[in-house]
């Protein structure tokens, strides 16, 4: 069960996805970064699509997959990327935190833009192909707030709630194909992304920084430490794997018993 690269991939034999194309969005980083390195060490190919250039060419090299430069907000340059995949890990996203009253409405917009619109028009590319050939695994990075809200973070939930929408119409169209779609919903794991909330979240909430940890972001969390991005990845990993052809239009929470209580 070890990579070509050295990394070991639990509940799979290294190469138990050969022959399968696959993309990951923001791949470049934490875990769209940790869902690359983990289907590359399946044997999956793997198309490393981002907006950061220099952290995209990084992962691909790491993975022995292929960079793809592209701003998801742009549908012309998702326009230009490969179609032709067995899998696709809808992952790129991005954050801001502020009251309604004072969140930007373009920021809203990207946030739309990115995280459901993108994810939308890569289906509408990709489908067909893995319709084609009988079987395809779309994986949405979706998030707590998929299923839950939060104070200051209305572009994001909204968001993550539509997406929640798309993998389910996506789990109802594509079940005669062989295709399945499902979120994975983590609470807060240890990303870049959580290290620029934590100051975000500290001005939002008037908190001291190392207070937001516990006292705003984990505090719906039964479980006090953030989530590894390599955990989500086995998730996502798994929902390719070979005993999951049946999870489909599901959100699979991994958000430390939020959801629970
Ligand atoms: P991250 O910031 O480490 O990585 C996100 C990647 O997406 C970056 O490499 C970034 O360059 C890329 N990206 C952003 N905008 C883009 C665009 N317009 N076009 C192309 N690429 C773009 O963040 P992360 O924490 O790994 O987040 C990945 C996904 O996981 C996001 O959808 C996020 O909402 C979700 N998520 C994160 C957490 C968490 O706590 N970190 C929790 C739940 C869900």
Aim: glycine share 14%; aromatic share 4%.
């Amino acid at each position: 069960m070890t990579s070509g690269f050295g990394g070991t991939v639990p509940g799979l034999p290294a190469g138990g996805l050969g022959g399968r194309t696959a993309m990951v969005t923001g791949g470049g980083s934490g875990i769209g970064r940790a869902c690359a390195v983990a289907l590359a060490a399946a044997g999956a190919i793997v198309h490393v699509v981002d907006v950061d250039a220099g952290a995209a060419a990084h992962v691909a090299e790491l993975v022995g997959g292929r960079a793809h430069p592209a701003d998801l907000a742009d549908p012309a340059a998702i326009a230009a990327l490969p179609a032709d995949l067995d899998i696709l890990v809808n992952n790129a996203g991005l954050q801001h935190v502020a009251a309604i009253e004072d969140f930007p409405p373009e920021r809203f917009e990207l946030l739309q833009k990115v995280m459901v619109t993108a994810p939308f028009l890569l289906l509408r590319r990709t489908l067909p192909h893995m319709y084609a050939r009988g079987w395809g695994r779309v994986v949405n990075v979706s998030s707590v707030h998929g299923l839950r809200a939060s104070a200051f973070k209305s572009g994001y939930v909204t968001a993550k709630h539509a997406l929640e929408g798309l993998s389910k119409v996506t789990a109802l169209e594509g079940a005669p194909h062989g295709v399945t779609s499902n979120c994975v919903n983590p609470g807060y794991v240890r990303t870049p992304l959580v290290e620029r909330q934590i100051a975000a979240q500290a001005e939002a909430h008037g908190l001291p920084p190392e207070r937001v940890v516990g006292e705003v972001l984990l505090r719906g969390s039964a479980i006090k430490r953030l989530i590894e991005p390599e955990a989500v990845a086995a998730v996502a990993l798994w929902l390719c794997g070979p005993h999951t052809g049946h999870v489909t239009g599901a959100s699979l929470p991994m958000d430390g018993g939020w959801t629970a209580a």
